[in-house]
Every structure is written in structure tokens, then in C-alpha cells.
């Protein structure tokens, strides 16, 4: 005679099972939500949502990032998959789009470099400099990973340790720049609760403080991706709710998409010793041939500033010093090289703590 098995059950929506209600490897179904729920090793109750609210998801996220009735004649009924959100992002559209605010020169859209791990390297060279690491999206065979997972140098990506060999690595720059305005800027807000936690707002694990626009925000729990409404509220600016708490152990991280804002250009650096040739800045080799720099040292009560013009074929960087001028002292020697594919601007500092700040205008190869 044939058994039948039914899981638990429920047709209310938003009714979530307790860790009290399910045993583990025991399934609970919430055929109102499409949501299926289990206990893990923890004792913390997660979910599986429903392909169709995936789909749906990427189809909002797309409409509130970019413009609904554009993205909505593309979806069509027949919703959206991956592909299709990259074309939609990274597309033409939206560099006409910014085009019409009346910013002026070249606008970037998202930036993508994609590699495949070697199982050693850690280093891997960008298209484009990130202001911070906040700035830039890396994912390892598809999972989101924290910010201190990485470091970025100008253009020079470092996991603090190598992938899986043949691992596949995505990094995504969300930064839409014309000339010195950022129209698109981006932040991570990671937070790490020592209990169960629902409401995060404040400090992060970083001492950075929540900030986003409304319906300008992704929320991931331990990597997955979690459904705006469904999964979680943010409605004013500096907090996010879970209808499920997390708990200790969980590692939440919220995406906050900002609006356009003035940016300093600037990269600085504090070099507490006189080493030999520090790198202070970085450039992709393959995208750009020519860079013309401004650079100021600071030690003290002591100014120094400069012009250089560099040009490498590849292989080697020749480059010319001038405007070379200081109010007591020459703070260092600037110098540049290649290493693999990062054209390095290095400075040789005469003193102890000295601030370098670089701003680089680049010429594409």
C-alpha cells in the first residue's frame, strides 16, 4: 500500500514556522507565499522562495533602478532571466539616459571584468579604478562577497585569498562618471549580529553608517539575495527590517544605490616610511596608454605638488616631470613601472608620514 507524506503546511500568508516547529531535515510549506522553509544546523529557520517571485524580483529591481516603462516593454509577460538584466544595465539606453541630465563627456555605464581562478593567484587587474571598496561588487562562482574579503589598489583587485582553482570571478564597478560627477554612487553596509536581529540601522562592522534612497537598495542574508516586501522593509532611509530575524553568525549586507553627487577625484595614500618607490595609484595598461597626473605631498607644514606625463608601450612607462613646485622642501621622487597588467605611479618620500594625493585624466589605448 502506498504511503503518502505531507509536510506541514500553511495557506496564510506571511505565517513563518517557529525553530520549535520543525525537526531538522522536516519541511514546511507555505503554499499561500511560495516559500518552503527548513531548520538549519544553527537552529535558525531559512527558506527557498518560489522561481516566479526570483523572476519577479529582478523584473522591480530593474524597473526601480533604471525606467519602468522601458524595462516593462522589454520584460513583457513573459518575465526576465539574467542575461537580459546585464543587456538592460550595461546598455545604451542608460548612457542616453544620463546623456539627457545634462552631464557633459562620456558617461560609464556598470563596468564588468570577469576572470577564471587559477587556484594561486590573489591580484587581478580592473578596467576601472573604485573609489573605495564599497564601490565595486565581487562575486566568487556567483556568491556576493564582504568587503574584507578584498582590497582594492587604484585598479588593482586583491582577495585576501585566492578562489577555487577554475572559480569564476565577477566584479562589477557601479560608478557612472562624466568628468568629476559621479552620477551613480554605491556602498556596502555589512553587519554581523550576536543575537536574533531584525531592525539594523547605524554602524556596521565598519563604523559606517546606514544611509540609501528608498527603492535604491539591495539586501542580501549570507550571500542570497532577499525579496523587497516579501523578505524585508526599508521605507525610510536608515533602517532595514527582516520579517525573519537573523541570527548570530548571519552576515547581512546592504547595497544602497545613492544619488548623483560631486566627487573629489582624488586618490590619497599616507606613507609612514622613506621605502623606495610605494605605489600610490594604479592603471589598467590595456585600457588606457596615456595618463597625465597632478600629484601633492603633505609633511607637516611642508607642500610639495607636481605635473606628470606618462605613456607606456606595454612593456615599459616613460614619462616627464614638470610645474614642480614647493613652499620649503622637494617631500620625494615620483617614478612609475609595469606589473602584469597595472601601469604603477610609485613616489619615494624624503620624509616619514607623508600624504600623497593623486588625480589622474586618462587616454585610452
Do not use: C, W
Not at 516547529?21 to 507565499?33: M, Q, R, V
Not at 562577497?145 to 585576501?160: E, F, K, P
Not at 595618463?291 to 612607462?317: C, F, N, P, W
Not at 613646485?325 to 605611479?345: H, K, M, Q
Amino acid at each position: 500500500m502506498t504511503t503518502k507524506i505531507i509536510h506541514k503546511k500553511s495557506s496564510v500568508v506571511a505565517r513563518v514556522p517557529s525553530a520549535g516547529d520543525l525537526d531538522y531535515g522536516e519541511l514546511a510549506l507555505n503554499y499561500a507565499d511560495g516559500k518552503l522553509y527548513y531548520k538549519n544546523s544553527s537552529n535558525a529557520v531559512k527558506a527557498f522562495i518560489d522561481s516566479a517571485q526570483n523572476v519577479s524580483l529582478i523584473t522591480n529591481t530593474i524597473i526601480n533602478t533604471v525606467d519602468s516603462d522601458y524595462v516593462l516593454a522589454r520584460a513583457g509577460d513573459a518575465g526576465i532571466d539574467s542575461a537580459a538584466v546585464i543587456d538592460l544595465i550595461d546598455s545604451d539606453y542608460v548612457q542616453a539616459r544620463q546623456a539627457s541630465s545634462g552631464l557633459v563627456g562620456t558617461a560609464n555605464t556598470v563596468i564588468l571584468n570577469e576572470y577564471t581562478s587559477d587556484g594561486v593567484s590573489t591580484d587581478y587587474a580592473l578596467t576601472d579604478s573604485p573609489p573605495t571598496e564599497h564601490h565595486a561588487l565581487v562575486m566568487i562562482d556567483g556568491v556576493v562577497q564582504q568587503v574584507d574579503a578584498y582590497s582594492l589598489s587604484g585598479s588593482q583587485l586583491t582577495l585576501s585569498a585566492a578562489a577555487d582553482s577554475d572559480a569564476e570571478i565577477e566584479v562589477r564597478t557601479f560608478r557612472m562618471q562624466s568628468s568629476n560627477i559621479s552620477a551613480r554612487d554605491y556602498a556596502n553596509f555589512v553587519y554581523q549580529p550576536t543575537g536574533n536581529q531584525s531592525v539594523f540601522n547605524g554602524n556596521d562592522i565598519y563604523s559606517n553608517t546606514l544611509a540609501y534612497d528608498v527603492n535604491k537598495l539591495d539586501v542580501y542574508l549570507n550571500g542570497s539575495r532577499l525579496v523587497n516586501v516579501l523578505d524585508y522593509t526599508a521605507s525610510n532611509g536608515t533602517s532595514v527590517t527582516l520579517q525573519v530575524a537573523a541570527n548570530s553568525g548571519d552576515t547581512v549586507t546592504i547595497s544602497s544605490f545613492g544619488s548623483a553627487r560631486i566627487v573629489a577625484g582624488n586618490n590619497s595614500t599616507s606613507l609612514s616610511t622613506t621605502a623606495s618607490g610605494q605605489i600610490v595609484d594604479t592603471f589598467n595598461k590595456t585600457v588606457s596608454r596615456t595618463a597625465k597626473y597632478i600629484v601633492q605631498m603633505t609633511q607637516g607644514s611642508r607642500y610639495h605638488s607636481q605635473e606628470i606625463m606618462l605613456i607606456h608601450d606595454g612593456t615599459t612607462v616613460s614619462m616627464v616631470e614638470y610645474a614642480d613646485i614647493y613652499t620649503e622642501s622637494d617631500l620625494g621622487t615620483v617614478d612609475a613601472s609595469i606589473s602584469g597588467d597595472l601601469v604603477r605611479l610609485q613616489v619615494t618620500p624624503n620624509y616619514t608620514n607623508t600624504t600623497i594625493k593623486t588625480k589622474r585624466t586618462e587616454v585610452g589605448v
